[in-house]
């Protein structure tokens, strides 16, 4: 008898669209592996638990992206239920969707991040920041370059946008290689650089077919290359990372090998790139999807 697969897209953050596109794709690929398939578009929660209750899943295919998807809080309410769910739990999720504590336990682990500091926007707009030009400001919690701004002078903060309270990340502006490691299993897969056609690696680019040029494997010096590597899988281990996650990096000859962030429920869209890199290394986007069903789990209650 197959798995009833309940796969959850769209959701309440910016990446919604993004999520709905991931989703369609994992309920094809997962029909055609044979699994019972039951997909639900995220509106609100009451429709989500009824659904849950109606539909008795055995799995729940977590396709949500952003806040509410991969930060803790869907991973909470399944473990709550004792649903199994795909990708990593609660405390990984939740951990690696803060860009400041991922970079609190980077610097625990001797993985190098970008120099700068955390603040509201409010605070920022009446105290400005030490962090010198040119330099990055983005959401602590948010995910696929929503909201990152490149500020290289002071005519570019006119363009920013946040709420006077949210909390934001002033980081050191890294130039050089756009980097990303996809994890699987533990094991690094390999590495891509991408080239986005014009300007930065940012939501457009990802998400527009044509915007940007996906060079894999990496062209990098082989100590780079290895120490990228390392890097994803160190980080991947010490949050608790599970079945996947994507690890960005930037790398020039004088900052040498920074990481940004890492990714614990990456994108399954088919420009999504740890689908890509997976079928680089030999396997298919069904079969990938097939894994992260076989090896759904929750938090077991004692």
Known sequence: MSKKVLVVMGGFSAER?????????????????????????????????????????????????????????????????????????????????????????????????PAGEKTTFSDFCKNGTKVPFPYVIKPVSDGSSVGVYIINSPEDLKQIKFAPEEEILIEQYIAGKELTVAVFQGKALTITEMRPKQGFYDYHAKYTDGATDHIIPAPLPQEVFDQALKYAEILHKELG??????SDMRYNEKDGLVLLEINTAPGMTPLSLVPEQYVHTGGTYADLCRILVEEASCRKMS
């Open 241 to 246: 990372c599970k079945t996947v996650s994507r």
């Open 17 to 113: 669209d993004v999520s709905i596109t991931s989703g369609q794709g994992i309920v094809a690929a997962l029909a055609q592996k044979g699994y019972e398939v039951v997909s639900h578009c995220l509106n609100n929660t009451k429709d989500f638990l009824q659904t849950l209750k109606e539909e008795k899943p055995d799995v729940v295919f977590n396709a949500l992206h952003g806040n509410w998807g991969e930060d803790g809080e869907i991973q909470g309410l399944l473990d709550m239920l004792q649903i199994p769910y795909t990708h990593s739990g609660l405390k990984a999720s939740a951990i690696g969707m803060d860009k400041n504590i991922t970079k609190l336990v980077c610097h625990s682990l001797g993985i190098k991040v």
